[in-house]
C-alpha cells in the first residue's frame, strides 16, 4: 500500500473524499503542489511525529494545506480552509486544522504544531541544490501565464524575505537544516538577478 493510501486511511478519509483530492492534486496547473508534494512532506512528517502534540492533526493539515491552489491569488489558504471544513464536517481537530492551515500563508506558527507544520512545508528550501532547483522550475511552471519580467520581481521579493528572516526554520528538528536552505535561497535570488539584467 503506497505511503499516500496509509494516510488516507488513518486519517479516515473514505473513498470519495480519496477521489476529490486526487482531483484537485491533479489539475493540470499544478507543477508543484501536487500529490508528489503532500506525499513528501508526509515522508518527512513521518521522521517528526513524536515530535507533534496533535499528529493527526497536522497529517490532515498537509492534506488540505494546499488543495485549493490558483497561482496568483492570495486567498489559497483561506478558500482551503473553507474547502477543509465542508470536507470533514464534525471533524474533532477542526479547530487545529484551520490554525495548521492557516499558519502556512506566512509560515509563521504560534504553536509548536504550527511551528512544525510550517517547517515541513519549506522544507524543499533545504534539499539537494538540483531538487531545489526543479522545485523553482515546478514553481515557474505553474505561473507560466505571468510575464517573466514580473515573475523574477516577485520571485526575488519571495527570496529575499525569506533570506531576511533570523531564522527560516524554527523547530530544533530542521534547525540543522538552517544552511543549506539560505544557501539554495541566495544561490536561486542570485540565478533571478543575472537574468534580471
Known sequence: MSHLNQSILRCGFGDSLKALLMEHLSQPWRHYHTTEHIAELLT????????????????????????????????????????????LPGDPDMIDIKRLIAATK?????TPDEALMCDLDLSILAEPPDTYDCFEDAIRQEYLAVPDAIYRQGRRRILSGFLA????????????KEDLARSNLQRGLDSLRRTWT
Do not use: C
Open 44 to 87: 518527512k512528517f513521518d521522521t517528526v511525529r513524536h515530535l507533534a502534540a496533535k499528529p493527526l492533526a497536522i497529517e490532515k493539515a498537509i492534506w488540505f494545506h494546499d488543495i485549493i491552489y490558483m497561482p496568483g491569488r492570495d486567498d489559497n489558504e483561506d478558500q482551503s480552509i473553507l474547502a477543509a471544513t465542508w470536507a
Open 165 to 176: 528572516r533570523p531564522r527560516i526554520f524554527v523547530t530544533e528538528a530542521f534547525r540543522e
Open 106 to 110: 506566512d509560515h509563521d506558527g504560534n
